[in-house]
Structure formats: C-alpha cells, structure tokens
Nanobody
Framework: QVQLGESGGGLVQAGDSLRLSCAAS????????MGWFRQAPGKEREFVST????????DYADSVKGRFTISRDNAKNMVYLQMNSLKPEDTAVYYC?????????????????????WGQGTQVTVSS
C-alpha cells in the first residue's frame, strides 16, 4: 500500500499561486492513479483533479479548470498541484489520494470512494 504525504500549503492572498506536493512511498508509484481533493470548513470533501499513471491523462473540477495544473514525476514518486489565480473559495485542506491502475477502467477518479490511500492533508488559506 502506498503512503502519501502532502506539503506546500500556506496562507496567500487572492490572485497568488501555490504549488502543492505529494510524496509517495514505495517502488510501485507508477502503478497508481493519483488525485487531489479538498475539504473546506463545514463542507464535504470534493474532487479537484486527477492524473493517470503515466501523466498523459488529467481531469479537473470545473471550479479549478484553467487555474490548477496537476502533474507527476514517477522517477521521484511525486505528484504536484500548481494552483494559480487563487480565490478565497479555494481555502480548504487539500488531500492527495491514490488508487491502483488495476481499477482504472472500473472506478470513477472523481469519486472519493475510488481511492485506497490518502495523505494527511495540507491547509491552503486564501485571503481576499
């Protein structure tokens, strides 16, 4: 089972950028599809973005499309979320998550319950 740890969160102003990182343990990182989710205070956790095992296929929530970019470096066991033009409504705890590519054709990567491993989260706060 892969283990995940996020970093890169912080307090920024509206319009600023942040890059979140997620480090994964294990030698089979390239066999996992990865996702980013977020949870704002008082709200349910929601899908942000996903990337397949090779990095060639990505998807985004409509709310972040055009502002956020997901990427991965399989050689470094890392996945990233570049967040530009941040808005106060992007304030949340951001989580990275993983599921085996064995389930890539049978699971919906935008659903929380598709993922088997989760990080502890990193706080992003955007002030207006």
């Amino acid at each position: 089972q892969v283990q995940l740890g996020e970093s890169g969160g912080g307090l920024v102003q509206a319009g600023d950028s942040l890059r979140l990182s997620c480090a994964a343990s294990g030698r089979t990182f390239s066999s996992y599809a990865m996702g980013w989710f977020r949870q704002a205070p008082g709200k349910e956790r929601e899908f942000v973005s996903t990337i397949n095992w090779s990095g060639r296929s990505t998807d985004y929530a409509d709310s972040v499309k055009g502002r956020f970019t997901i990427s991965r470096d399989n050689a470094k066991n890392m996945v990233y979320l570049q967040m530009n033009s941040l808005k106060p409504e992007d304030t949340a705890v951001y989580y990275c998550a993983a599921y085996s590519v064995a389930y890539y054709t049978t699971r919906d990567p935008s659903r929380e319950d598709s993922y088997d491993a989760w990080g502890q989260g990193t706080q992003v706060t955007v002030s207006s």
